[in-house]
């Protein structure tokens, strides 16, 4: 048996336009558009090109679980949809708080999957620590990248995902270079999507300014970042605080309805 392979597209026939045909359906004023097989050639360049690892390849909005047990995480899937949906009429950006394993990543890659495929949009991945890590590098004479080089396209792209922000130690260097991505695409007005483990606080020092105390306190992303960046997140993105699935506590309060 052949098997019959079509290289050419039938609906362009390898030109890349499509013939619109007018309102009344005349032919006198034949008009072209790009044809769809140019959008999709585009869509999986965009794909490959966002550095979405392995591990999430498969992640997309329609396989994020949010019944059930994982009830709780209905709100931040809706969020996530409504703002595929929006973009770029709302080009506001996303800060996903919540503890490891709640799904953040899930749905930043969800989302800048959407974009690409749907919109045509350039979107990248970068996982904090690994991008900060390439920065590092690139001082290192031996390697031949230099610091723009990697910036540039944390700089430029349309859509950034800036995965686990605050994972890496806190440092003058680190908060420079956060503050240096992050006024970057605030100037230029890009959409940026954060997703963090650490809750939405100021810093101890900010605190202890203000005359809080206390006795124990977890790391907040005001500690992480700094506190100046931590409010140009707030100008940049909106907050989504994802709530972990408790199943005892759920069932315990379904017996209560
Ligand atoms: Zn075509």
Not at 64 to 76: C, K, Q, V, Y
Not at 111 to 136: P, S, T
Request: proline fraction near 3%; charge should be positive.
């Amino acid at each position: 048996m052949i098997k019959v392979t079509t290289e050419v597209c039938p609906l362009c026939g390898g030109t890349g336009w499509k013939t619109v045909a007018d309102a009344d359906g005349a032919l006198k004023d034949r008009r072209v558009a790009r044809c769809d097989c140019q959008l999709r050639t585009r869509s999986e360049n965009l794909l490959a090109a966002a550095r979405i690892p392995k591990r999430y390849e498969h992640c997309e909005l329609s396989n994020f679980e949010f019944d059930g047990p994982h009830r709780s995480l209905a709100p931040a899937r809706m969020a996530a949809c409504k703002f595929v949906e929006n973009y770029p009429l709302d080009n506001v950006g996303l800060l996903l708080i919540g503890s490891i394993g709640v799904g953040k990543t899930h749905l930043a890659v969800g989302i800048i999957k959407e974009l690409i495929v749907g919109k045509g949009i350039a979107c990248l991945f970068y996982d904090y620590r690994e991008l900060l890590k390439q920065i590092q590098n690139s001082y290192n004479d031996t390697v031949k990248a230099t610091e723009l080089d990697v910036l540039r396209p944390v700089f430029e792209t349309e859509v950034l995902v800036l995965d686990e922000l605050g994972a890496t130690r806190p440092t003058d260097w680190v908060w420079d270079t956060v503050s240096l991505i992050l006024n970057s695409r605030y100037n230029n007005k890009l959409t940026t999507i954060i997703t963090t483990n650490f809750p939405d606080g100021m810093s101890a020092e900010a605190e202890t300014r203000q005359g809080i105390k206390r006795l124990k306190r977890e790391d907040t992303l005001g500690d992480r970042i700094g506190d100046r960046m931590r409010s140009r997140l707030h100008e940049m993105c909106r907050i989504i605080t994802i709530e972990g699935a408790d199943f005892r506590q759920q069932v315990k309060s379904a017996s209560f309805r």
